[in-house]
T-cell receptor
Framework: KAGVTQTPRYLIKTRGQQVTLSCSPI?????VSWYQQTPGQGLQFLFE???????NKGNFPGRFSGRQFSNSRSEMNVSTLELGDSALYLC????????????FGPGTRLTVL | QQQVKQSPQSLIVQKGGISIINCAYE??????FPWYQQFPGKGPALLIA?????SEKKEGRFTISFNKSAKQFSLHIMDSQPGDSATYFC??????????????FGKGTKLSVKP
């Protein structure tokens, strides 16, 4: 079974631009969560989607948004990029049920100049 | 406010030794405690996980010990190998609505196993 895939793997943007990152979950997984990883703050939860609905949201500004499609694929968007948004953005998928382990993709490395 | 505290920040162990990483949590509502392993350039990979109704779980060379009263849990890597050199993260979450979606992570421990 293929793992979680994320595109693109690397991205360079300038301040003020916006960016869209994509995540395809493991086949059969219906829940997708997004995390930001930085050296200073570590791994921080952004939001979780299930059945095209945001179920949970972390403590990030409104510039960070996401959505999920009917095939469980998810996108996250960051508008008006700031230097501090440079990070590894990770997507994790999980089954909804008894175990609910989260499986992470390789991430998208975003650099904001 | 950090809800999961992980120590040590870095760890050097000789090949064949035991690596021990500790985590402490604050929220008594947490009911799922996974450990992740991350290599440079890769996403975190689920290593082993435990729920609070169990005090210990072992999978191969990896063991989680869980102390509910102390609100602490730890990862033990037996017979540590150079290939185990990676960053390890503990995490915790609370079940809701059919998912453990909101993982709270520790800051990570960079493990180096010397040959």
């Amino acid at each position: 079974k293929a793992g979680v895939t994320q595109t693109p793997r690397y991205l360079i943007k300038t301040r003020g631009q916006q960016v869209t990152l994509s995540c395809s979950p493991i086949s059969g997984h219906r829940s997708v969560s997004w995390y930001q990883q930085t050296p200073g703050q570590g791994l921080q939860f952004l939001f979780e989607y299930f059945s095209e609905t945001q179920r949970n949201k972390g403590n990030f500004p409104g510039r960070f948004s996401g959505r999920q499609f009917s095939n469980s694929r998810s996108e996250m968007n960051v508008s008006t990029l700031e230097l501090g948004d440079s990070a590894l953005y990770l997507c994790a998928s999980s089954l909804v049920g008894t175990t609910s382990e989260q499986f992470f993709g390789p991430g998208t490395r975003l650099t904001v100049l | 406010q950090q809800q999961v505290k992980q120590s040590p920040q870095s760890l050097i162990v000789q090949k064949g030794g035991i690596s021990i990483i500790n985590c402490a949590y604050e929220n008594t509502a947490f009911d799922y405690f996974p450990w992740y392993q991350q290599f440079p350039g890769k996403g975190p990979a689920l290593l082993i996980a435990i729920r609070p109704d169990v005090s210990e779980k072992k999978e191969g060379r990896f063991t989680i010990s869980f102390n509910k009263s102390a609100k602490q849990f730890s990862l033990h890597i037996m017979d540590s190998q150079p290939g185990d050199s990676a960053t390890y993260f503990c995490a915790a979450s609370q079940y809701h609505g059919g998912s453990q979606g909101n993982l709270i992570f520790g800051k990570g421990t960079k493990l180096s196993v010397k040959p």
